[in-house]
């Protein structure tokens, strides 16, 4: 299929490869936020990743940073990762583990894959907050979705509701994620809420999306005004992430790992982050000793924390 031969209704975001960090900068393919788009629902960040060797990429090291105005997904199809935050959880992301972290109104967190992980496969997803809970308490949610099954499907509900299921995963705006396998041939309908953007992150194989093909790691996304998803996979099956949401009506202003609503707001808490960080010109060289303030420090996390990058010269402008 050629890039642009996409019929009308779904469109199709290809991945753009992105350096996560640490000192080999693993790899991610990151779909949103891409040019054409910048959510799907509340979701505003999309990266996937693996499968990795992790002898060759180094395998997943990030220090901690700090977050404001979103939540975060950890979701893992192989590997095992651990998450430490400054509201003091400890957390090993395992796969078919839901592991989402509320950033409200600020967070410092690490993610690092575990000695024993040899391969690393997953996916990080952000959800904007609504003004109405944005500037909450920091907070994190640990959850083992019970996998269902039907002909030649399984389906791991992490958000939201699916099939008269509710995830009891706090969530601040209508949403729903799920992680979904398709054998070889199977087709799977699925009632879809009509109020919902709909968006399909193909993990692995081809997915038939509403009757249009989405390439493996391609995010195939729907307008809202539809009841019934079909999915169907070919001849290899298939493993995708289906997210969705009422479209996200505030517009927002989102530059490295703040979501915000002014280039103000995110000035403020690169300028706090940095403050936080800094002792006598220089960065501190263990996250331990970070200086007091909205981003707390990471509770049992000794590698160095990671600066916020040079702002552009241009004021940042807001995404809908
Ligand atoms: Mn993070």
New binding site residues.
């Given amino acids: 299929m050629d890039e642009d031969a996409a019929p009308p209704g779904v469109q199709v975001i290809w991945p753009r490869e992105v350096p996560l960090g640490g000192p080999r900068a693993m790899r991610v393919r990151r779909t949103l936020p891409a040019r054409e788009r910048s959510l799907v629902g509340a979701w505003c960040f999309v990266d996937h990743y693996g499968p990795d060797d992790v002898a060759d990429t180094g395998g997943m090291s990030?220090a901690p940073?700090p977050?404001i105005g979103l939540q975060?997904v950890s979701w893992l199809f192989t590997g095992e990762v651990e998450h430490r935050d400054s509201a003091g959880h400890h957390a090993l992301v395992r796969p078919g583990e839901v592991n989402l972290m509320t950033a409200g109104r600020g967070i410092s967190?690490s993610?690092v894959s575990t000695p024993g992980t040899r391969v690393l496969h997953g996916a990080q997803l952000w959800m904007a907050l609504p003004e109405a809970a944005r500037h909450s308490a920091p907070s994190f949610a640990h959850h083992v979705p019970t996998p269902r099954t039907g002909p030649g499907w399984t389906l791991r509900l992490l958000l939201g509701s699916l099939l008269g299921e509710t995830s009891p995963v706090p969530t601040f705006s209508p949403l729903v994620g799920a992680e979904i396998l398709l054998d070889p041939g199977a087709r799977l309908e699925l009632p879809v809420d009509p109020a919902y953007e709909l968006a399909v992150l193909v993990d692995r194989g081809v997915v038939g999306v509403a009757g249009q093909e989405v390439k493996e790691h391609c995010l195939g996304v729907l307008p809202p005004g539809r009841d019934r998803l079909v999915l169907t996979a070919y001849d290899a099956g298939a493993r995708l992430l289906l997210l969705g949401g009422t479209p996200f009506e505030e517009e927002i202003v989102m530059w490295w790992?703040f979501v915000g609503r002014s280039h103000e707001e995110i000035v403020a808490s690169r300028e706090e982050w940095q403050r936080q960080i800094t002792r006598d010109g220089s960065v501190v060289g263990d996250s331990q000793e970070l200086a007091d303030g909205r981003f707390g420090v990471v509770v049992g996390d000794h590698l160095p924390p990671i600066p916020a990058p040079v702002l552009p010269h241009v004021r940042l402008r807001p995404r809908r």
Avoid: A, F, G
Wanted: proline share 0%; glycine share 0%; no cysteine.
């Fill in positions: 990030v940073h977050h975060t967190h993610e790992n």
